[in-house]
């Protein structure tokens, strides 16, 4: 679920990020540019994998399914 489906119940004017309410919230955001999510990203280990990916995507997708690759391999 992202803003624009939690923005009914929670912000009914508002599809800013709920954390850093800077950016409209969708999943690039929340991948990218996010302060709150890179912390995340970065205490998982998990930051250069996203940030190796993030300049070859071209959907989110594709993006999506290299990280959860690279993050857990076989």
Known sequence: MDASQ?????KPNSLECVCCETNIENAWHFFSSCDHAKRIWREA????????NWDSADSFKP???NISQESHPN
């Open 6 to 10: 939690l923005n009914t119940i929670f």
């Open 63 to 65: 993006f999506l399914f």
């Open 45 to 52: 280990n998990i930051w250069h994998i996203i940030e190796q």
